[in-house]
Structure formats: C-alpha cells, structure tokens
C-alpha cells in the first residue's frame, strides 16, 4: 500500500496499466454507488458528491505518483509529469508511456523492476 503513494523507484508497463485501470475502476464504481444513494434523500446526496470527490481526489494522486514512477523507468526526471498539465501535450506522453519500454538494469532511480537483484548480479558474473 506504501507503495502507491511513494515517487521513488521504478514502475513497469504492465504494472502501469494495472493500477491505471484499477484507479478508474474504483472511481467509475465510487460513481455507481454515489449515483444509487443520491436519491434516498437530500443530506445522502450530498455525502454522495463528497464522497465521490474524495475518491476522484486520491485516484488523481495516485495515478500521477504512477506517472512519475513510470517516467523513473524509462530514466526520466518526475518533473517532466509537468507537462501533463499541457492538455494536448498529455495525450502523446500518456500514449507514449504506455508502450515505451523502461530502461535496462539499474538507472539512477534504482534496478530494473523486471529483473531481481540476484539475476543481474548472475549476468554480471557471467560476462565479467
């Protein structure tokens, strides 16, 4: 849990697109619920709305803490998730992200998520 609301490291493609759908997931359903309560009575409706505030509020923080772990792998700095505040510009970067494959071994954000430690210190041993 720790995890999603920290910027460092490094984040994979598919553990990307994991989180990124399971944060709309949640909010599309805080949607649903809100959308079911609001007609009980006037104070559930405004709970309603602020409840679904919330959810949007945490799924928008989260899913940028991903984009910036996400920019880490491809050894990219967390301040160029700014640009996504550009509306076109953010469009390219967020398709570009999702298919753009990470860096290699260790980079300046730490190991490559998709191979353990042990493995590439094995590699290393191999060719040296």
């Not at 990307?16 to 944060?23: C, E, K, P």
């Not at 679904?52 to 050894?75: C, E």
């Not at 398709?95 to 191979?115: A, C, H, L």
Request: proline share 4%; no cysteine.
């Amino acid at each position: 849990m720790q995890e999603l609301f920290s910027i460092r490291g490094r984040l994979r493609r598919q553990t990307y697109w994991f989180r990124t759908l399971a944060i709309y997931g949640l909010v599309m359903l805080a949607y649903a619920l809100a959308s079911q309560v609001q007609y009980a009575s006037p104070k559930s409706e405004m709970l309603a709305a602020a409840g679904v505030g919330l959810v949007i509020f945490l799924g928008i923080i989260v899913a940028n803490i991903q984009v910036i772990k996400r920019l880490h792998d491809t050894n990219l700095s967390g301040w160029w998730w700014l640009l996504f505040l550009l509306p076109i510009v953010s469009y390219g970067l967020s398709i570009g992200m999702s298919f753009v494959e990470g860096t290699r071994g260790q980079n300046r954000f730490g190991p490559d998520p998709k191979r353990p430690r042990a493995y590439e210190d094995e590699l290393t041993a191999e060719t040296a």
